[in-house]
């Protein structure tokens, strides 16, 4: 996994919100934490749907197609400013 499929599953991630609080970190990693997560939304299905809800709104948030064109639109504009501006010539 890379750094950025990291970043982008951290942004996603809110302890209490989108994820139950206690289910991150190296339990988690192990199974322990990730059974206790799991156990709890089964047994709250309401607390389940809030957080759901609350996954699919952040996703949408920061992965929105519209806001990747733009930020990816952003950067080869970055990049090309930054080429012209050491006096090379843009490729």
């Known amino acids: 996994m890379d750094s950025e499929t990291i970043l982008q599953m951290v942004r996603l991630i809110v302890a209490g919100a989108t994820i139950a609080i206690g289910s ?3 339990a988690f990693a192990e199974g322990r934490a990730l059974a206790q997560a799991l156990e709890t939304l ?3 299905p309401e607390l389940a749907q809030k957080m759901g809800e609350r996954g699919r709104q952040r996703a949408a948030q920061f992965f929105d197609v519209r806001l990747m ?3 990816t639109k952003e950067v080869y ?3 090309l400013r930054e080429e012209i501006e050491a006096g090379g010539a843009p490729r």
């Open 24 to 26: 991150i970190g190296p």
């Open 42 to 44: 089964l047994g709250q």
């Open 77 to 79: 504009a970055d990049v």
């Open 69 to 71: 064109l733009q930020r």
